[in-house]
Nanobody, 119 residues
Framework: QVQLVESGGGLVQPGGSLRLSCAAS????????MGWYRQAPGKERALVAT????????NYADPLKGRFTISRDVVKNMVYLQMNSLKPEDTAVYYC????????????WGQGTQVTVSS
């Protein structure tokens, strides 16, 4: 129905920046919200940021405001996560998410991309 392909993860030093990309394909017209989530070792998957596909309304996990920015390109069906001033505690697997409504809500996930912040 919806396929999500992520890219941009890797190793970065503390204070550095990284941009993650997510390409959506399939029944993209049904997608209402896209976002990024992350899961650190030993922790539950948690919200990073979301953006509505129609109007570009954003929502962020409060501790990440000012450092992380989510954006989307409606022409390319892409969602991005710009991560600045990275900290070791940002180390996690980052997942792209799409939420669609077709008589009920559906969640789609990318495969995840590893982000490691370390000296």
């Amino acid at each position: 129905q919806v396929q999500l392909v992520e890219s941009g993860g890797g190793l970065v030093q503390p204070g550095g920046s990284l941009r993650l990309s997510c390409a959506a394909s399939g029944r993209i017209a049904s997608i209402n919200v896209m976002g990024w989530y992350r899961q650190a070792p030993g922790k539950e998957r948690a919200l990073v940021a979301t953006i509505t596909t129609g109007n570009g309304i954003t929502n962020y996990a409060d501790p990440l405001k000012g450092r992380f920015t989510i954006s989307r390109d409606v022409v390319k069906n892409m969602v991005y996560l710009q991560m600045n001033s990275l900290k070791p505690e940002d180390t996690a697997v980052y997942y792209c998410n799409a939420r669609a409504y077709r008589n009920s809500w559906y969640d789609y996930w990318g495969q995840g991309t590893q982000v490691t912040v370390s000296s």
